[in-house]
């Protein structure tokens, strides 16, 4: 591990679009590391959350991403408890639908909750990070970043644009010294809703949360000498 991202003994990291699934598993990776965690997510069911005990504290809090005035008192209460080190963006939402039928406030608040939260919080993150010359910024992908599907335009158009927002920071920030990458989700995670393709495709056609975040753990804690911009991560029997 380089000074550059070296954990200061109060570092924090912010996690933002907590929910069940691959947000509580990012929560407890950091954790498990020593941070202080705040847990964003718009509803109260964060809050209900079962966090893993590790040697730094969680602390939920409740942060709709589209509104820059929430998203800035969210690292402002993350900076209060010590430097932030990390920020992730892992906020999304998606209704599938034809092109035909989409109405234009759909579209519009998936782009907001998938694109402009995460300028938001990359905009935030990265000024407190500058003042500092060091820092973590990670956005959660998907498939959808790569190439748009029948029906699921409401889901490629807002990552299509949050690949965009990481690139550019990226070739921005990184000279600065804060490191930005994106991984993408190429395929379905563990969860509930898809416990059906554990029965009818085997136990490795699903991704597990606890293995995607230590992936992002590992690209906050890499050496600058060797940064990584964008990782695509999948089951090893997922086609591609």
């Known amino acids: 591990m380089s000074e550059s991202n070296a954990r ?99 579209f519009e608040r998936c782009w907001r909750v998938g694109c402009l939260a995460g300028f938001l919080v990359g905009q935030t993150a990265a000024r407190a990070m500058l003042e500092r010359g060091s820092g973590t910024i990670l956005f959660t992908g998907a498939t959808a970043s790569l190439r748009g599907g029948a029906g699921f335009v409401n889901l490629a158009a807002p990552k299509f644009g949050l690949r965009a927002v990481a690139q550019s920071m990226a070739r921005e920030l990184g000279p600065r010294g804060v490191h930005v990458a994106h991984v993408i989700v190429d395929g379905q995670i563990r969860s509930e809703r898809y416990a059906h393709l554990s029965a009818s495709r085997g136990p490795d056609a699903l991704l597990e949360p606890a293995a995607i975040a230590q992936e992002y753990l590992r690209l906050h804690l890499q050496p600058r000498s060797a940064w990584t911009h964008e990782v695509d991560l999948r089951p090893w029997v997922e086609k591609f």
Not at 19 to 42: C, D, E, K, M
Not at 45 to 73: H, I, N, S
Request: net charge negative; with cysteine.
């Open 8 to 106: 200061p003994a109060d570092a924090t990291a912010v996690v933002v679009g907590v929910g069940p699934g691959l947000g509580l598993a990012l929560v407890n990776a950091f954790a498990s590391q020593g941070y202080t965690v705040l847990a964003a997510a718009r509803g109260e069911g964060v809050a209900r959350l079962k966090f893993a005990p590790g040697a730094g504290r969680v602390m939920p809090q409740q942060c709709d991403a589209t509104e820059p005035e929430q998203v800035e008192g969210l690292f402002d209460a993350a900076e209060a408890h010590g430097p932030v080190a990390a920020a992730v963006f892992n906020a999304g939402t998606f209704e599938p639908g034809s092109v035909v039928d989409i109405s234009p406030a759909d």
